[in-house]
């Protein structure tokens, strides 16, 4: 319940976040509802609590963050000693917190939206279906188990997923800051420091001089020579640069591993209720399909 309420925001308020950050920063307005906020926040603080009174050390992402409010660094994997500044600065709770909650949010509807769209366009290419009940197979049968290693060598799945994100990229706007004066090359645009920047990651990614018959729904797209021949910032569902998405390879496999425990046992088809093409849903900031994506699921 919570973590869908996140993403129950008002379009004008979306707006003013996206582009007049100013305004919302001016009158300390919280992009997250101060209920959902509160809840997290009371909620992460009573794991560390708990953790730390019990002496729980566990190898995830809540240990690293225990370290870095209680130390100030992570310690080494490889029990090395490194030397660690006597000033180095240890996350708050609120801080951690806040790396905790992005770390949620991100990986939450995100990773809901892709899978959800990748069975969408599956379902209406049975022989893309099929190559994939192939693929994910043969790899189980030779390592005869879901492991890390099995799912990396399934390559046509990941190029499915590529281009289930090329055509519909979760996150639709990239905001960015502009970090010094540029002048954009090939035009006569000139960006003065700090200028926003938002990036239309649907319509750049649909762009059809970019990609050629943008509403076909194409894995080939993202065979080897083909990512060559782009431009490396053409495809930006995680972003780029320093500022790209922290959990790009945690995402990805949460993804993988569901749609793979699905494919090993289901066919699907669109159930007529399903619109075909989608109208995308203006009300929420992710991705979504006005009216709902409906399947009729099959054992194989």
Same mark, same amino acid.
């Given at each position: 319940?919570?973590?869908?309420?996140?993403?129950?925001?008002?379009?004008?308020?979306?707006?003013?976040?996206?582009?007049?950050?100013?305004?919302?920063?001016?009158?300390?307005?919280?992009?997250?509802?101060?209920?959902?906020?509160?809840?997290?926040?009371?909620?992460?603080?009573?794991?560390?609590?708990?953790?730390?009174?019990?002496?729980?050390? *566990?190898?995830?992402?809540?240990?690293? #963050?225990?370290? $870095?409010?209680?130390?100030?660094?992570?310690? &080494? /994997?490889? +029990? @090395?000693?490194?030397?660690?500044?006597?000033?180095?600065?240890?996350?708050?709770?609120?801080?951690?917190?806040?790396?905790?909650?992005?770390?949620?949010?991100?990986?939450?509807?995100?990773?809901?939206?892709?899978?959800?769209?990748?069975?969408?366009?599956?379902?209406?290419?049975?022989?893309?279906?099929?190559?994939?009940?192939?693929?994910?197979?043969?790899?189980?049968?030779?390592?005869?188990?879901?492991?890390?290693?099995?799912?990396?060598?399934?390559?046509?799945?990941?190029?499915?997923?590529?281009?289930?994100?090329?055509?519909?990229?979760?996150?639709?706007?990239?905001?960015?800051?502009?970090?010094?004066?540029?002048?954009?090359?090939?035009?006569?645009?000139?960006?003065?420091? *700090?200028?926003?920047?938002?990036?239309? #990651?649907?319509? $750049?990614?649909?762009?059809?001089?970019?990609? &050629? /018959?943008? +509403? @076909?729904?194409?894995?080939?797209?993202?065979?080897?020579?083909?990512?060559?021949?782009?431009?490396?910032?053409?495809?930006?569902?995680?972003?780029?640069?320093?500022?790209?998405?922290?959990?790009?390879?945690?995402?990805?496999?949460?993804?993988?591993?569901?749609?793979?425990?699905?494919?090993?046992?289901?066919?699907?088809?669109?159930?007529?209720?399903?619109?075909?093409?989608?109208?995308?849903?203006?009300?929420?900031?992710?991705?979504?399909?006005?009216?709902?994506?409906?399947?009729?699921?099959?054992?194989?």
């Amino acid at each position: 319940m919570k973590g869908k309420k996140i993403f129950e925001l008002n379009p004008i308020w979306t707006a003013l976040f996206a582009f007049v950050p100013q305004i919302t920063d001016f009158f300390s307005i919280p992009f997250t509802d101060r209920d959902v906020t509160s809840f997290y926040m009371n909620m992460f603080r009573e794991n560390v609590e708990y953790r730390q009174s019990h002496n729980i050390v *566990r190898q995830d992402f809540m240990n690293l #963050l225990i370290q $870095l409010m209680e130390r100030g660094y992570v310690e &080494p /994997d490889d +029990d @090395k000693t490194t030397h660690i500044s006597s000033t180095v600065s240890k996350l708050t709770m609120a801080e951690a917190a806040a790396q905790s909650f992005l770390f949620f949010i991100a990986g939450f509807e995100t990773s809901a939206t892709t899978a959800t769209f990748a069975l969408y366009e599956l379902a209406q290419h049975h022989d893309i279906q099929k190559k994939i009940h192939k693929e994910i197979d043969e790899i189980l049968a030779k390592y005869d188990d879901l492991t890390y290693d099995a799912v990396n060598e399934m390559t046509y799945l990941h190029k499915v997923i590529n281009e289930t994100m090329r055509k519909y990229p979760p996150v639709i706007l990239l905001n960015r800051i502009c970090t010094k004066d540029i002048d954009l090359p090939t035009t006569d645009i000139h960006l003065p420091k *700090r200028t926003l920047i938002n990036i239309p #990651l649907l319509e $750049l990614h649909r762009d059809p001089s970019i990609y &050629p /018959d943008p +509403d @076909k729904f194409d894995p080939e797209r993202f065979n080897a020579d083909k990512i060559a021949e782009r431009h490396s910032y053409a495809y930006l569902p995680f972003g780029e640069g320093p500022r790209s998405c922290i959990g790009t390879r945690f995402g990805l496999m949460q993804v993988k591993i569901g749609l793979v425990n699905f494919l090993l046992k289901y066919n699907f088809k669109l159930h007529s209720r399903t619109q075909v093409p989608s109208i995308f849903d203006e009300r929420f900031p992710t991705l979504s399909a006005k009216g709902g994506i409906h399947f009729i699921i099959e054992p194989r």
